[in-house]
């Protein structure tokens, strides 16, 4: 379990890309605004998933929008911040290539670390149903060597375009149902950390996938925390020495 301290800031499904261009542009801009008004506070930056709508790397080929948010990034990097980048459904499909160009470390699954004393346990927050079956055996799939040598086997301009698609597709098909919580019995993020508490104790569960902000009370010394989207909210958590905060960038 790696200790960190200071101030610690968690985003996640920026979901760059969605729906076209140019307004995944603008929703860009405001995330490079929104990085740089905290790259002279923050300490430690947790992108927990969704980054990108999609993402898929060829030995020679990167996508290539989003060259001011990378380079926002590469920015904080280099003043000595340091990034975790949580892959998320779906830009599970990156292999290396931000960790070695950006600096930042890349994990997958999830994570438990002490932040300012505080045991948290984080990741995207996708797959944590164990009913949802059909989900579990695409992300198997996806997760297959043989299939993502295939998919590399098309030339990018199909595989991109295809794969955005199916992005588009799925995104518009759960957008609606992601955007509202269901209720503590029926959300599978809140059964999933109260079976884990069960057996560990842990502060803070913090995961983003579900597309609203939630500050949840699980136990008088325990909580959840969704950190939102950027598609509506423009939202995230902050952790330091005196609490958290979960807030909306404006």
């Given at each position: 379990?790696?200790?960190?301290?200071?101030?610690?800031?968690?985003?996640?499904?920026?979901?760059?890309?969605?729906?076209?261009?140019?307004?995944?542009?603008?929703?860009?801009?405001?995330?490079?605004?929104?990085?740089?008004?905290?790259?002279?506070?923050?300490?430690?930056?947790?992108?927990?998933?969704?980054?990108?709508?999609?993402?898929?790397?060829?030995?020679?080929?990167?996508?290539?929008?989003?060259?001011?948010?990378?380079?926002?990034?590469?920015?904080?990097?280099?003043?000595?911040?340091?990034?975790?980048?949580?892959?998320?459904?779906?830009?599970?499909?990156?292999?290396?290539?931000?960790?070695?160009?950006?600096?930042?470390?890349?994990?997958?699954?999830?994570?438990?670390?002490?932040?300012?004393?505080?045991?948290?346990?984080?990741?995207?927050?996708?797959?944590?149903?164990?009913?949802?079956?059909?989900?579990?055996?695409?992300?198997?799939?996806?997760?297959?060597?043989?299939?993502?040598?295939?998919?590399?086997?098309?030339?990018?301009?199909?595989?991109?375009?295809?794969?955005?698609?199916?992005?588009?597709?799925?995104?518009?098909?759960?957008?609606?149902?992601?955007?509202?919580?269901?209720?503590?019995?029926?959300?599978?993020?809140?059964?999933?950390?109260?079976k884990m508490l069960k057996s560990e104790h842990?502060?803070?569960?913090?995961?983003?996938?579900?597309?609203?902000?939630?500050?949840?009370?699980?136990?008088?010394?325990?909580?959840?925390?969704?950190?939102?989207?950027?598609?509506?909210?423009?939202?995230?958590?902050?952790?330091?020495?005196?609490?958290?905060?979960?807030?909306?960038?404006?």
């Amino acid at each position: 379990m790696k200790s960190i301290n200071g101030v610690v800031y968690f985003v996640s499904d920026f979901h760059l890309g969605l729906p076209h261009k140019t307004e995944s542009d603008i929703r860009e801009r405001k995330i490079v605004e929104f990085l740089d008004s905290i790259k002279s506070t923050a300490t430690h930056l947790f992108l927990l998933g969704d980054v990108f709508d999609f993402w898929f790397e060829y030995k020679d080929v990167v996508p290539r929008d989003n060259i001011r948010f990378l380079g926002k990034l590469a920015e904080l990097a280099d003043k000595g911040i340091q990034i975790y980048y949580l892959l998320g459904n779906h830009d599970m499909w990156n292999f290396g290539y931000l960790q070695q160009e950006i600096g930042l470390t890349q994990l997958t699954g999830n994570h438990t670390f002490l932040i300012n004393n505080k045991k948290v346990y984080l990741g995207h927050g996708d797959g944590l149903d164990p009913k949802d079956i059909g989900y579990r055996l695409i992300k198997w799939i996806y997760g297959r060597k043989i299939n993502q040598r295939l998919f590399a086997a098309l030339h990018p301009r199909w595989a991109f375009a295809i794969a955005r698609a199916v992005s588009l597709k799925s995104r518009n098909a759960h957008l609606e149902r992601d955007r509202y919580f269901l209720g503590e019995e029926n959300e599978p993020i809140i059964v999933y950390c109260k079976k884990m508490l069960k057996s560990e104790h842990y502060d803070y569960f913090v995961f983003g996938h579900r597309h609203f902000m939630l500050d949840f009370e699980l136990t008088t010394n325990s909580r959840y925390i969704n950190t939102g989207d950027w598609l509506s909210y423009n939202s995230y958590l902050v952790m330091q020495n005196k609490g958290h905060e979960l807030k909306q960038f404006k």
